[in-house]
């Protein structure tokens, strides 16, 4: 059995988590602070939330990053030292073999005292802090969603001798794009991934992306955004050949985000992983923007797809007077450069890496 811990910001780490867990052949774990996703039939383990108490954020004045060593270790937080007895019991309990951290640096390190190997799921952006340095020299491999050739081409060679770059990972890539072949297969599914209501909602300006004109299918993610509403309005105004729909998380899912991107002439998305990953599976033209993010993970993202010539890729909302062009050019570009990012096997390639860490599965009593 191998333990898989996702982190409960955004959607994107749990989502990625199932579409591993339905390609492997074992048993797989689940570890985090979200709740048991639907469809999950594993074990499961929702740890204590450590950016809380008593319903407060955090003051993140105070020291919790242990003076730059580590990215978040409050002080006398109960959550923290909660979670910790959480993971350790768990190692000690049921003795996995490996477990997959996407992503914490202190549940890496937490889980390798306790004697489990890890395999630590890498993000884009700058990584080379004290922090990550040692989740990721600790660990026994990298797995990362993106093409060989990307996002690794700077680290140090000892990180790049055990990454292994599996492509986008999506819920959709075994969804079939008109006019292809089904996508391959893993190995034995847990149960259908379904939609996550976390990665779409309710649309502000029309019930789907049928139109008369173009259309822009406009994606956020749940990680939260530094576009305002003026912006997006502002960006609307100054395409009036062009109809936009939005999809943002709420409490009303939409069921239909897959036909929508096949229908959407246009995709601006955020530059989260997960999204990238969905409309890459689907293949649409592009303008992938970067939202604030700690290490500057989505900048990296929307200036790699923009310098691989897969999409339009801005580090910032572009101003009203530059979407007429940036659409036209995402147009131009089109959507089957998106077979470099995404092979439809990204899960499956996740998972015989999985497999193949050479790792004792126990041991002796």
Not at 86 to 109: G, I, N
Not at 136 to 161: F, I, K, N, Q, S
């Amino acid at each position: 059995m191998i333990g898989y811990y996702a982190h409960h910001q955004g959607a994107g780490h749990v989502t990625r988590m199932q579409a591993v867990a339905a390609a492997l052949d074992e048993p797989v774990w689940g570890l985090s602070s979200a709740p048991r996703p639907a469809g999950w039939s594993s074990g499961w383990t929702e740890l204590a939330r450590d950016d809380e108490v008593a319903g407060d954020p955090v003051d993140e004045d105070a020291d919790v990053t242990a003076q730059g060593a580590l990215h978040w270790v409050p002080r006398g937080h109960p959550g923290l030292a909660q979670r910790a007895q959480q993971v350790v019991s768990w190692a000690a309990q049921y003795r996995p073999r490996l477990l997959v951290v996407d992503v914490s640096v202190e549940v890496a390190l937490l889980a390798r005292l306790a004697g489990v190997p890890t395999v630590v799921v890498a993000l884009p952006g700058r990584r080379d802090d004290r922090a990550h340095r040692l989740a990721y020299d600790t660990a026994e491999a990298l797995l990362a969603p993106w093409p060989a050739g990307t996002h690794e081409r700077r680290w140090p060679a000892e990180w790049v001798a055990k990454t292994r770059c599996v492509g986008g990972i999506s819920r959709f890539d075994s969804r079939v794009r008109p006019g292809t072949a089904a996508a391959p297969s893993g190995g034995r599914a847990r149960g259908p991934l379904g939609d996550s209501p976390a990665l779409v909602g309710p649309s502000e300006t029309a019930s789907g992306c049928s139109s008369s004109g173009p259309t822009v299918l406009l994606l956020w993610g749940a990680g939260g955004r530094g576009t305002t509403p003026a912006q997006v309005a502002a960006a609307r105004a100054a395409t009036p050949g062009w109809t936009w729909v939005e999809r943002s998380p709420g409490a009303h899912a939409s069921t239909e985000l897959w036909d929508e991107l096949l229908r959407a002439d246009v995709v601006v998305t955020h530059a989260g992983q997960n999204a990238v990953a969905e409309v890459a599976a689907a293949r649409r033209p592009a303008v992938v923007v970067a939202q604030p993010r700690p290490h500057d993970e989505q900048v990296a993202t929307a200036e790699c797809v923009q310098e691989l010539g897969l999409a339009v890729g801005r580090t910032s909302w572009p101003q009203p007077q530059e979407w007429p062009a940036l659409l036209e050019q995402a147009v131009a570009i089109g959507g089957q450069g998106w077979a470099r990012w995404s092979t439809g096997d990204g899960a499956a390639r996740a998972a015989a890496l999985l497999a193949d860490v050479g790792l004792p599965t126990r041991v002796p009593a």
